[in-house]
């Protein structure tokens, strides 16, 4: 272990003291200890530092921004601030943590297969009250992967390769960087559960916690990738169509959003893009309408239904 390169894990956070706590601590747990914690920090009070200093561990290096940024830049600056001796990036949302052996099987892949940028080893994702979906594998075909959260990547590719976070969008900046790497370069799954995502579901009453971005940055996104995706086949042009529909609903600009939707239907026609037309359709319902709080309902029913089950059958057996 002690000839296993440095590996530096960056975390961009902002006003989360509730979260940031137990994301350190699983990086600090880790069986692979030649690392350090980049932690930047946008908050605008002190909670977080005093989090952050209460750990005392030199493998963390902190440092708070006077002025905000965003997460892309939180992400890049990160990177720049870290040790000049590491080889390797890791990234956490301020809100997850990782399994003890992340960074261990993570780098182990990396140094037997020289021929990767990366890799994204699978994700737990765990919604609040304890409900849990199976593993996924975060890396698929290039033109639907974000690539952020959870990423091992070897540091020369911002450094040499100079492929870096675009500081010009606020949000979205994983799926962008993944698009650019997956271009170019292999990034590849570990079949086995090292992280956890955590979801905190919207509930009623509230509005889409992704902020929505303006008309010009979703215009820049399509001038960007529209000739990429249009190289790639009709499906992945859709899911592409798509994607732009929700962005310009979510902006306020519902016949924009709908003309998308339109064009992913017509291009290659699959229910879902048919019913995004409808529900935005009625602007205040869909507003409020958000996939991950219906998935949440819909497994809270299924456990109370279970736990319901197992303590009548419990009863009946004594």
Not at 125 to 132: A, E, N, V
Not at 312 to 317: A, G, N, R
Request: proline share 4%.
């Amino acid at each position: 272990m002690n000839n296993m390169p440095k590996v530096s894990v960056v975390v961009s956070t902002y006003n989360r003291p509730k979260f940031i706590g137990v994301a350190i601590k699983s990086v600090l747990s880790q069986t692979y200890q030649n690392f350090e914690l980049v932690i930047i920090d946008d908050s605008p009070n002190e909670e977080t530092e005093k989090i952050v200093k209460a750990f005392g561990n030199p493998q963390i290096k902190y440092i708070r921004n006077k002025i905000r940024t965003n997460l892309p830049s939180g992400r890049n600056q990160g990177v720049r601030e870290s040790s000049p001796d590491s080889k390797y990036i890791a990234f956490l949302d301020d809100d997850n943590e990782l399994l003890p052996l992340f960074l261990e099987k993570s780098i182990q892949v990396l140094e037997e297969k020289k021929e990767l940028t990366g890799v994204i080893p699978e994700v737990r994702h765990l919604f609040d009250d304890g409900i849990k979906i199976g593993r996924s594998i975060e890396v698929k075909k290039c033109w639907n992967t974000g690539m952020g959260n959870g990423a091992v990547l070897r540091k020369k590719l911002f450094t040499k390769e100079n492929i870096w976070f675009d500081e010009k969008l606020r949000s979205y900046e994983d799926w962008d960087f993944g698009i650019r790497v997956l271009k170019k370069y292999r990034v590849e799954s570990i079949p086995k559960i090292l992280q956890i995502y955590h979801h905190h579901p919207v509930f009623k009453g509230s509005t889409l916690s992704t902020a929505p971005l303006s008309a010009d940055t979703i215009n820049y996104l399509f001038q960007k990738h529209i000739s990429y995706y249009s190289l790639l086949g009709k499906k992945p042009l859709s899911v592409f169509y798509h994607w732009l529909g929700i962005l310009y609903c979510r902006n306020g600009n519902i016949k924009n959003g709908k003309c998308f939707f339109s064009k992913s239907f017509l291009n290659y026609p699959r229910l879902i893009y048919a019913l995004y037309y409808i529900l935005w359709s009625f602007p205040k319902f869909a507003q409020r309408f958000y996939f991950e709080n219906l998935l949440y309902k819909i497994l809270k029913i299924k456990n109370k239904f279970y736990r319901k089950l197992i303590n009548h059958f419990k009863i009946s057996s004594v």
